[in-house]
């Protein structure tokens, strides 16, 4: 069996490539790391917590009596564990270093030592380019992250490259672009949307709606991960993008139309600190690889609006029933100036 790690495998895009990968691949093994902090969640996994294939370990990335072994013993490792949502950045910076760096730096220590590591998978974003007022980033475009989370993810791609170039660690580094789905937190955009509309509550829409967001379905983000673990050549950079730019307005109201619901549910909230205007990535170099986006944006969106709609067992708990979401919705939307 290829013995396969996931940090971060009980969140978002973590639990939707455990998923897939071991649907994908038979002769895998997955590990997940995870330490189940308010967005990693047991739930994420229900339905393969006990498949023989897959073992998961409470723990920290920055423990390093934790991680360090699982890393030492792995052929890929899949580093998806960071804390990753702008607003939460904006109000607490520090959570972001201690997990997005020194993590990232414990795991690439325990992967110097690794005797049969062949793949180090580093995850990023396509927000340590900075907004990005025409055109679109190539992976050789200068970096300019302009809040504490894409700060941080900066600074953890760019250490995880100073070890392939300063250890020969087989790193190689993804930025990929908004991810919709499945299981995604609903502190983000589109569960944040569609499960406030469930119940008719407004949604909040930063600013003037201009924001724009290239959106990438997160099964095809996994597909990309899948092909570049054996196609992808050490040290590095792959932009993963959808091709889909949207208007954070346009967006709001597509959600509303597929739900049957008027756009008076729209409420304007101040703009948060440092929004980037837009984002856009060239793929021409994963696409060479043989990759293209295989969900069409229209319909991932429905069948992403369609999950939130049918799961409700899955987010309520969350938005009903955990103080500390409520403190940080009414903060964030609510009490704002």
Known sequence: MVEVLVTGGAGFIGSNFVRYALQTHPDWHLTTLDKLTYA???ENLHDVMDDPRHTFVLGDICNADIAGPL???ANIV???AAETHVDRAIMAAGDFIRTDVEGTFVL?????RAPGLRRFVQISTDEVYGSVPEGASTEHDELKPRNPYSASKAGADRLAYSYFATYDVPVIVTRASNNYGPYQFPEKVL????TNLVDNIPVPLYGDGGNVRDWLHVLDHCRAVDRLIDDARNGEVYNIGGGNEVRNLDLTHRVLDLMEKPASLIKPVPDRPGHDRRYAL?????RALGWAPQVPFLQGLAETVA??????WWWRPIKERDPAFKAYYEAQY????
């Open 40 to 42: 990693g969640r047991r």
């Open 71 to 73: 890393v030492e013993r």
């Open 78 to 80: 899949v580093h998806f």
């Open 108 to 112: 690439l220590e325990a992967a110097r």
């Open 191 to 194: 569960p944040l949307f569609v």
């Open 282 to 286: 060239d793929t021409t170099k994963l």
């Open 307 to 312: 999950w939130y709609q049918a799961n409700e």
């Open 334 to 337: 609510d009490r704002r100036p």
